[in-house]
Structure formats: structure tokens, C-alpha cells
């Protein structure tokens, strides 16, 4: 099957530059405007706009180089994440949002960036 036909599968999460074992599956938000439709007892009146924070959030594996006091207390940010399918995803002026919960049994914990600007590149 030709490399296009590839919708999902491995992921890349780099946060400044630094990668970091991403397990399962990542969402993100562009932090495009979420419209609502206003409807009154008469009609549809129009829409409203209201503004979304852009993230990326999954699950990473902790290893002994991870500092993780550091890593949880990560500001103004630039988070990649690299698609199977070919996109990426960069999140700028990111904060880590998470509570930093991790899990000894397989390593890992729930990461959460959110940031002031997100784009495909």
C-alpha cells in the first residue's frame, strides 16, 4: 500500500527540539473559533464565535533521564508532533497542563500542552 494511503499509526512528540517516547494515541485542537448557532422561540438568529485553547495532549513513557520536576514545570514551548499520515502539528508558547500523574506499572504518564498558537506546517 503506497505511503499516502497511511492514516495513522506512529507518532513523533518533540517538546524545544527534545523527543520523548509517545505511547497510543495523541489529540490535538488548532485552537480554531467554535460557532454555536443562537436560536430565539421565533427563528435562528445567527451564530456566535467564542475562541479554543490549541493543544496536544497523550500519554508519554517516563524513562531516568526524564527530569520530571523540569518537564512539568515547562513554559513558552514550541510541541511537535509528527503524524504517521505526514502532517505536523506545532504548538507555540505552550505551557504543560497536565496534573503529572504517573503510572510505575508501564511508565508512563498523561501529558497536556496548551499554547497561545497552533498550525499544520
Not at 520523548?20 to 421565533?42: A, C, H, T, W
Request: net charge negative.
Amino acid at each position: 500500500m503506497a505511503e499516502s494511503s497511511r492514516r495513522g499509526g506512529t507518532i513523533n512528540i518533540q517538546v524545544n527540539g527534545q523527543v520523548y517516547d509517545g505511547i497510543g494515541s495523541f489529540s490535538y485542537n488548532l485552537g480554531q473559533p467554535k460557532r454555536e448557532m443562537l436560536v430565539g422561540p421565533d427563528r435562528v438568529h445567527g451564530y456566535k464565535e467564542m475562541p479554543q485553547v490549541p493543544f496536544i495532549e497523550g500519554e508519554i513513557r517516563d524513562s531516568s533521564t526524564l527530569d520530571m520536576k523540569k518537564f512539568l514545570n515547562t513554559i513558552d514551548a514550541t510541541v511537535t508532533m509528527k503524524h504517521a499520515n505526514g502532517k505536523t502539528i506545532m504548538l507555540r508558547g505552550a505551557v504543560f497542563c497536565s496534573e503529572g500523574n504517573g503510572d510505575t506499572e508501564d511508565g508512563k504518564f498523561a501529558v497536556r500542552w496548551e499554547g497561545l498558537s497552533a498550525e499544520e506546517v
